[in-house]
């Protein structure tokens, strides 16, 4: 058979395979071009949004400073000698009047004795003196004595009674040398450690060393500078006294402790343009130590309405700050927005979106601005911890 032949005979199988191949093409190009279109779209990307809330809400600012002790005192010695007894263990809570170390009292309690014995003998040449001296005058009166006469005996009871005043003073000033003996807390608070020990010897003085410290713990004192425009906002009126302030340590996440500013100071440092600033809080569980780091915030007294949203859901693109809005036709838009302070897990948005608006909170790396998505609705993450400056839901 010829190459002919057997191109003839192939042909009708090869017509049918084109053929079937033509059909198909025209069944899914033409004949169903909704089957064709649905298997070639990808399902829609899901996303959670939560739709913009409103708070009252006040202005605040925070700032750093450190703790400090209201009242604080050094202990050095008023006498001179040996540490007899240590009356305290370090870091211990004491009363005002409280013992806390002895200095061997023996030398001054003699003095006092030796004192009070020149008080006596004082006061015996005082009687004779005034006696005599009434005396002189009752003589003087009938002639019996000299004007000289009469003159030194007034003469010597006045000396007499100096002699006594003078003797008093030196029994009262060894009395208060023997109390220096006894050394005790002038203030309430919590003593440092002993920095002198038993049977070391010390002395008074410019030179004298510091026994140890005592710091008052409750109330307690956090120092801080503001800057001019926190000061004319907040702190103007009667110089911040009573204005309500919160603290938060260094580990702390809230401001828990709430305080009230005691004082500022008279006037602005122009080098800085800060103004110092010192608020007082309670410390009844003494967990405050004067010198730790503290975070203050000082907030307004009037309260206005802005929009909150989920910190979580601000996306950052190099330096502008974004939502992404889900319109009611299920499409993504980008959205620019200047953001404020921080109420817990939200974030105030003072420009950019509206009340009502709906937010992507959850995919929003899923999420492209211009796509159309599934939106999930879900609550939008509320947690506002900071709500003493925060009013009730609108």
Do not use: C, W
């Not at 093409?25 to 399902?43: C, N, Y």
């Not at 009469?150 to 010597?156: E, G, H, S, V, W």
């Not at 950019?352 to 939008?380: C, D, F, H, S």
């Amino acid at each position: 058979m010829t190459r002919q032949d057997l191109a003839k005979k192939a042909i009708p199988g090869t017509t049918l395979v084109v053929a079937l191949a033509i059909g198909l093409a025209m069944v899914f190009a033409g004949g169903s071009p909704k089957i064709a279109h649905s298997a070639g779209t990808p399902p829609f990307t899901e996303v959670d949004v939560a739709t913009v809330i409103t708070r009252h809400v006040t202005d605040f600012e925070t700032y750093s400073g450190r703790l400090q002790a209201i009242d604080q005192a050094e202990i050095r010695p008023q006498v001179s000698g040996a540490i007899t007894a240590v009356h305290f263990h370090d870091g211990q809570l004491v009363k005002k009047g409280d013992h806390l170390f002895t200095i061997d009292p023996r030398v001054y309690g003699a003095e006092v004795d030796r004192a009070a014995a020149q008080v006596s003998l004082a006061k015996a040449h005082r009687s004779y003196a005034t006696a005599d001296a009434v005396r002189a005058e009752r003589l003087l009166a009938g002639n019996a004595i000299s004007k000289r006469d009469y003159d030194l005996a007034q003469n010597a009871a006045h000396e007499a009674s100096a002699n006594l005043a003078a003797a008093s003073a030196a029994l009262e000033l060894a009395r208060v040398d023997l109390g220096y003996t006894n050394i005790v807390a002038p203030i309430s608070g919590r003593v440092s450690r002993a920095e002198v020990t038993v049977g070391n010897i010390v002395f008074p003085g410019a030179g004298a060393p510091v026994l140890t410290t005592v710091v008052s713990v409750s109330p307690i004192y956090a120092s801080f500078d503001v800057d001019e425009q926190t000061y004319l906002n907040f702190l103007i009126d009667n110089q911040g006294t009573g204005q309500s302030v919160y603290l938060g340590l260094a580990n702390d996440r809230d401001y828990a402790r709430k305080g009230v500013v005691d004082s500022v100071d008279n006037q602005l440092n122009t080098g800085s343009g800060t103004i110092r600033v010192r608020a007082r809080f309670e410390n009844a569980d003494g967990d405050l130590v004067p010198g730790l780091f503290a975070r203050v915030k000082v907030i307004g007294d009037t309260f206005h309405e802005a929009a909150l949203v989920s910190d979580a859901a601000i996306g950052t693109d190099q330096d502008k700050r974004f939502v992404l809005i889900v319109d009611e036709q299920g499409k993504v838009q980008y959205r620019e927005v200047s953001t404020g302070a921080l109420f817990g897990d939200l974030r105030v948005i003072t420009s950019g979106v509206k009340r009502g608006e709906k937010i992507v909170v959850n995919g929003l790396q899923r999420a492209q601005p211009g796509t159309l998505v599934k939106a999930n609705i879900v609550a939008m993450v509320s947690n506002p911890k900071s709500d003493h400056a925060i009013a009730a839901s609108q």
